[in-house]
Nanobody, 127 residues
């Protein structure tokens, strides 16, 4: 059974930075495409960023391009989300997501492509 454990959330001022981490366990990490989604209060969960199995391909929602960077360390079974220039509208619970896939260039883009979810970590950006 796959387990995803996020950490790194917190309270930060607008313009600041946070780095989220998600530790994967239970299966072979390198066979999973990984991603991050977020859900703000009263809103639906939305896609944020994704990375392919080997980290060669990435995908971002337009609102975070140039500010967020997704990366992974297959030796440490961990995926990261570096968030810079944070804005109040980035406030949300951030969820790590995993999808087992043979296609090495595949990146997650929608919720129905996700096999496993983490429990979420709260990010609050004060203006």
């Amino acid at each position: 059974q796959v387990q995803l454990v996020e950490s790194g959330g917190g309270l930060v001022q607008a313009g600041g930075s946070l780095r989220l981490s998600c530790v994967f366990s239970g299966r072979t990490f390198s066979t999973y495409a990984m991603g991050w989604f977020r859900q703000a209060p009263g809103k639906e969960r939305e896609f944020v960023a994704a990375i392919s199995r080997r980290g060669t391909d990435t995908n971002y929602v337009d609102s975070v391009k140039g500010r967020f960077t997704i990366s992974r360390d297959n030796g440490k079974n961990t995926v990261f989300l570096q968030m810079n220039s944070l804005k109040s509208e980035d406030t949300a619970v951030y969820y790590c997501a995993a999808r087992e896939i043979r296609i090495q260039t595949f990146t997650i883009a929608t919720m129905n492509q996700v096999d496993y979810w983490g429990q979420g970590t709260q990010v609050t950006v004060s203006s």
